[in-house]
């Protein structure tokens, strides 16, 4: 089997961090302003945002993709035109074609699953799973915890999410929250730009502390007052053996858009015939991905 992309679970969080937010200016023109008291000032922040989100749809775009395949010392590259369907709280769906595939690749999650779909004939593989399975994954990076936030949902995974802890420091012009596990390991920052409150980056952490993945976000929209859908995405995913998977996204045609019933089952949720089209397909299951032909 091959690798799943490691910048697959953090598309599918930072995708939809329209309610986090981020500034537009140069990080050298970026003015000081005084920061929150402490982490739970700042997750309540957050999550106020977060109450504001309404249905999004970006309806152009274009995404440069770049990834390694298992033994192959050259990259695989990918220019894409995606499409995204968001509807709040846990609901998207992200499609990107190509010239000769609509849905060359298809990222979906829902309340209960996330699912992935890679058509490009050197990979043809289909993924899923149920996000209350990816709990403690290691290297997964598709846990429930990076939905949520990503999301804007409260940063501070209380209901059923273990004992991780939140820890506040200002770097310049940043207030900088800090994810720790119950062992005191280091999980996950995010900077938030102080004087908005709106988020600019977001670094993740492996078992060992070390960073495997980077989300920066710019050239936020507003969709609605006190809303905004961020157009620039850039991903970059540190694998195991050091080579890093890429993921740059711009998207357009931003606008709010409520979905009927019939399309938002449609969009949100797995259809596993999509399965069948592809040559192979896997589920995670206690935390190992295993063969669901």
Request: aromatic share 10%; with cysteine; charged share 30%.
């Amino acid at each position: 089997m091959g690798r799943i992309p490691q910048w697959y679970g953090w598309i599918v969080g930072v995708l939809a961090l329209a309610a986090a937010g981020c500034a537009t200016q140069k990080e050298a023109q970026l003015p000081i302003c005084p920061g929150k008291a402490s982490a739970e000032e700042a997750l309540a922040a957050l999550a106020a945002r977060a109450e504001k989100a309404v249905p999004v749809r970006a309806s152009s775009g274009e995404c440069r993709l770049t990834y390694y395949l298992p033994d192959e010392d050259k990259p695989k590259r990918h220019k894409l035109s995606p499409r995204l369907w968001f509807h709040p709280p846990t609901d998207m769906y992200i499609q990107f074609s190509i010239a000769v595939d609509p849905k060359a690749l298809i990222i979906g999650c829902n309340a209960e699953e996330f699912w992935l779909a890679l058509r490009p004939k050197e990979i043809s593989t289909y993924y899923w799973g149920k996000w209350g399975e990816t709990e403690n994954v290691e290297g997964l990076m598709v846990s429930p915890k990076v939905v949520l936030e990503a999301f804007g949902i409260v940063m501070r995974h209380d209901e059923g999410a273990g004992s991780n802890t939140w820890s506040l420091t200002n770097e310049g012009p940043y207030d900088i929250l800090t994810e720790e596990d119950a062992d005191g390991r280091l999980r996950k920052r995010v900077h938030i730009f102080a004087c908005d409150y709106l988020v600019h980056k977001i670094e993740y952490f492996d078992a060992e502390g070390d960073l495997v993945g980077i989300a920066k976000l710019s050239d936020y929209e507003p969709v609605v007052d006190g809303f905004e859908v961020p157009k620039r995405i850039h991903v970059t995913a540190v694998a195991p053996d050091g080579r890093a998977d890429e993921m740059d996204i711009k998207l357009t045609s931003v606008t709010q858009k409520e979905l009927s019933a019939a399309a938002r089952k449609r969009y949100f949720k797995r259809n596993p015939r999509d399965m069948e089209k592809l040559e192979h397909g896997y589920r995670l299951e206690n935390g190992r991905w295993v063969d669901d032909r």
